[in-house]
T-cell receptor
Framework: SAVISQKPSRDICQRGTSLTIQCQVDSQVTMMFWYRQQPGQSLTLIATANQGSEATYESGFVIDKFPISRPNLTFSTLTVSNMSPEDSSIYLC?????????????FGPGTRLTVT | QKEVEQNSGPLSVPEGAIASLNCTYSDRGSQSFFWYRQYSGKSPELIMSIYSNGDKEDGRFTAQLNKASQYVSLLIRDSQPSDSATYLCALSGDMRFGAGTRLTVKP
């Protein structure tokens, strides 16, 4: 499976500011995703990061708040813009593709964001 | 939008017992089913995939799929305290996860 890294691993930010999270994969992958996991909750899909085109956002998530870049097949960024305390969460990137199914997902270690 | 339902638990079993985790889904067209394990403070990791009706065994883990009844389950035999985690099921197609079931195995 792919090795996925995320930076930063955690951050504390002030409300109104923005944070960009980086996701790096050690091999080329077609499918990359961004999830949010709030304390005690399951994973919520934010968007699919598409290489060379605009990300595909899920209901309730918009590009102005969560702009995503995907410049190549190994790298993506998620920006959390104009943050509020409600954005405090763990943000996870994942890639899909395994030996049996293109939909097996592998996750990065996550970025723990606290907004004060 | 496909629905994935899990009993959020928590589920508590004694060490050595069988833990049974269940997931029901709404989309009859779903073809692939996945179980992920998430330890506290860690990211999810894939532990089982199942694609056809019946049972699939991998060590102490058995995934069971019944497409007619639209459920998939995960059995953990000889449960160990190290199995204590949240278990998430997911379906093919839309990359969404169930709410997860928190399992505690008591020594």
């Amino acid at each position: 499976s792919a090795v996925i890294s995320q930076k930063p691993s955690r951050d504390i930010c002030q409300r109104g500011t923005s944070l960009t999270i980086q996701c790096q994969v050690d091999s080329q992958v077609t499918m990359m995703f961004w999830y949010r996991q709030q304390p005690g909750q399951s994973l919520t899909l934010i968007a699919t990061a598409n290489q060379g085109s605009e990300a595909t956002y899920e209901s309730g998530f918009v590009i102005d708040k969560f702009p995503i870049s995907r410049p190549n097949l190994t790298f993506s960024t998620l920006t959390v813009s104009n943050m509020s305390p409600e954005d405090s969460s763990i943000y996870l990137c994942s890639v899909a593709g395994g030996p049996r199914s293109a939909e097996e997902q592998y996750f990065g270690p996550g970025t723990r964001l606290t907004v004060t | 939008q496909k629905e994935v339902e899990q009993n959020s638990g928590p589920l508590s079993v004694p060490e050595g017992a069988i833990a049974s985790l269940n997931c029901t889904y709404s989309d009859r067209g779903s073809q692939s089913f996945f179980w992920y394990r998430q330890y506290s403070g860690k990211s999810p990791e894939l532990i089982m995939s199942i694609y056809s009706n019946g049972d699939k065994e991998d060590g102490r883990f058995t995934a069971q799929l019944n497409k007619a009844s639209q459920y998939v389950s995960l059995l953990i035999r000889d449960s160990q305290p190290s199995d204590s985690a949240t278990y998430l099921c997911a379906l093919s197609g839309d990359m969404r996860f169930g709410a997860g079931t928190r399992l505690t195995v008591k020594p």
